[in-house]
């Protein structure tokens, strides 16, 4: 075998051959460099870089062109090649396509795979160390990936959009609460299927134009957040669907309660603090109730103890949360409440009407005030809770990808792009993972 062919498969190149290898001092800090040229197949030649088309030749273009591709061993290694231009008759003067690196892109398509699959299962740190690229080129890579996908499934007549029965819509704030994405779940198989950028009716009709009427008359189930702009779109679009509440949005809103109730208890402890004399010896003991600096103390930094799922808690914030029970009685009520909501989603569906109902009367009666307020804003969703339940839509699975895109947007922070974030956020909890460039299996 020549070394040459060897070398083809070394740096993963298809229907192409390496003419020849040589080294040289990089200009850009990374030492000696290889410098693997290579030339396309004639079959693969004059083709349009934007349809693949073949076409008649137009000019030699920008004349040899370099893609960074994997490093060979300790080496940055580039691939250099022709660039000409064709003339489509679709597209115009365009570059011809190459078949180791798509259209405009400065990286081959094996380097872009180990990005994209590094980018899923590793950190940011690791992914920019190991391929020595800013992780603003990471998220313009798995932005290009993720096209390539789309690209290659419509090819074969296809969309992620196809076979959707059961949905999820839902809005998600990053970049601070300063911008949102629209993204929709599919409940059969836990998988992001679609998301945009914006949070208006606009948005969501997007999303229904590209399902188009055959495939939107199919959907049978659809949760959503109560958002009255994706509300609205849902009854317009899918009018005959069932309609579900997000066991997410509701047990978020719970817990936006118990967080108001710990302010308005803190914030009375200090206004009683203010007025209090200095405490008598043994007036707590006497009195079955603690001085108001005390309270003030103790409720610092209770946030999380609240918060979290009981089985979750560590052992500092199970004592948190026992000194709550026993010294802060209304407080302790709205934790009860934001918990007991929690449990009725994992209810029977025969018993989740009377307990919801239940709930509903204890919160009304809780002389919490963010508890009446929720109490009303659940009632409201009644029907879309009862929903969630009777049909089995509050798995855990949907919570996760919920909990996981929502992870990815701190992630993804660092991408100015709500493009990058998208596509991370597909290759990640998407149907196509990544896979690394030359393995079948990402066990392989
Ligand atoms: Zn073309």
């Known amino acids: 075998m020549r070394a040459t062919s060897i070398f083809r498969g070394v740096v993963g190149v298809e229907q192409a051959t390496v003419e020849s290898v040589s080294f040289e001092e990089s200009e850009s800090g990374h030492g000696l460099v290889a410098v693997v040229a290579v030339r396309a197949w004639k079959r693969q030649r004059s083709r349009c870089g934007l349809c693949g088309r073949r076409c008649p030749g137009y000019d030699t273009g920008d004349g040899r062109r370099r893609w960074r591709t994997l490093d060979l061993g300790l080496m940055v290694t580039f691939l250099e090649a022709d660039a000409p ?3 489509c008759p679709t597209h115009g003067v365009v570059v011809a396509s190459v078949p180791w690196a798509d259209h405009g892109a400065g990286h081959t398509v094996v380097f872009d795979q180990q990005v994209a699959w590094l980018a899923v299962n ?15 080129t990471v998220g313009a890579i798995v932005a290009r990936v993720v096209a390539a996908n789309d690209q290659a499934r419509a090819a074969a007549g296809r969309d992620r959009l196809d076979g959707l029965r059961r949905i999820g819509i839902d809005e998600i704030s990053y970049r601070r609460g300063q911008k949102y994405v629209v993204v929709v779940v599919d409940h059969d198989t836990a998988t992001l299927v679609w998301a945009a950028d914006g949070r ?5 009709q997007a999303f229904f134009d590209q399902l188009g009427p055959q495939r939107t008359a199919q959907i049978s189930h659809i949760s959503a957040d109560a958002a009255d702009y994706i509300a ?34 803190w914030n009375q402890a200090r206004a009683l603090m203010r007025t209090e004399a200095k405490p ?48 802060e009685p209304g407080l302790w009520r709205g934790y009860q409440l934001k918990e007991q909501l929690r449990q009725i989603f994992t209810l029977p569906a025969k018993e989740a009407p009377a307990a919801l109902d239940a709930w509903l009367s204890w919160a009304r009666r809780s002389r919490l005030p963010a508890f009446v307020e929720l109490g009303r804003k659940v009632g409201r969703q009644r029907e879309p809770i009862l929903a969630a339940i009777t049909h ?7 919570e996760s990808v919920n909990t996981k895109i929502r992870l990815l947007t701190r992630v993804a922070f660092g991408f100015h792009s709500a493009k990058a974030l998208i596509a991370i956020a597909m290759l990640s909890l998407g149907i196509d993972r990544p896979t690394l460039p030359g393995r079948k299996s990402t066990h392989g």
């Open 85 to 87: 231009r064709v003339r």
């Open 200 to 204: 208006s009716k606009d948005t969501v």
């Open 280 to 327: 008598v010896p043994g007036y707590a003991r006497r009195h079955q109730h603690l001085p108001a600096r005390d309270r003030v103390a103790a409720l610092k930094g209770s946030r999380y103890a609240l918060w979290k799922n009981p089985e979750n808690l560590t052992e500092r914030q199970q004592a948190k949360l026992a000194w709550i029970t026993a010294n």
């Open 232 to 265: 609205k779109v849902v009854i317009e679009r899918c009018p005959d669907a069932v309609r579900c509440a997000d066991p997410f949005h509701i047990v978020a809103w719970a817990n936006e309660a118990v967080t108001r109730t710990r302010i308005d208890t």
């Open 122 to 136: 590793s950190s940011k740190s690791a992914v920019t160390q190991l391929m020595r690229i800013a992780w603003r």
């Open 392 to 398: 089995n839509m509050s798995n855990a699975l949907v």
